[in-house]
């Protein structure tokens, strides 16, 4: 299975709607804190989205509000994948991305059958406080090694760390803050799309 090399995840609909126009293939809603309605709205409002330019959406957390709204990936991190029916996920269709920091989440996720594992931080991150050390270089490769479903590197990747990041084995660089600190989101978002592109 091929996965898109830039992989942006975002905070709400109205950064989806920003950047889906420009050329990117996958996007995550990141959507934290919100009521029930609200979720619904920006899932729905994100799935209207990504569809109308061919975008791939991935739902973070909010797995049964997924299958609800009919979308078709989600991503869990530890503790949301310990709390999740995978199961009903399963049965829904829904592919399946986890986030992994150490060998032990690396074990436990695999263990849920996943279509992606992400690595992070790969790189210090300054977007939240993070209980884990950057993984650096060495875990990428050495995650890839372990497992045969596309690895997502994220965690503290701009421009000039991306090509090493693919370089040592992973197959797609998850962004965050390089976008939603820029002055100029688009054009930092365009930058990203040449440049995996031309890899």
Request: with cysteine; hydrophobic share 45%.
């Amino acid at each position: 299975m091929s996965f898109a090399r830039f992989y942006p995840v975002m905070p709400d609909l109205e950064w989806i709607e920003t950047i889906a126009p420009l050329g990117i293939k996958v996007v995550q809603l990141r959507l934290k804190d919100a009521s029930d309605t609200e979720i619904e709205r920006q899932i729905k409002g994100a799935l209207h989205v990504c569809k109308t330019h061919n975008v791939q959406l991935i739902v973070n957390d909010y797995w049964q509000e997924a299958i609800k709204l009919g979308a078709d990936y989600i991503h869990l991190g530890q503790e949301d994948l310990a709390d999740a029916d995978l199961k009903a996920i399963k049965q829904a269709g829904i592919k399946l991305g986890v986030s992994t920091h150490s060998d032990q989440e690396l074990a436990t996720a695999l263990k849920a059958e996943p279509d992606y594992i992400a690595l992070g931080p790969v790189y210090e991150t300054i977007l939240k406080e993070m209980k884990w050390a950057p993984q650096g270089l060495g875990d990428v490769t050495k995650w890839r090694d372990k497992i045969n479903v596309p690895l997502i590197a994220i965690g503290g990747i701009n421009l000039e760390r991306a090509p090493l990041v693919l370089e040592a084995g992973a197959d797609s660089v998850a962004v965050v803050t390089d976008i939603v600190t820029s002055k100029t989101p688009a054009d930092q978002t365009l930058k990203w799309v040449n440049l995996l592109e031309t890899l």
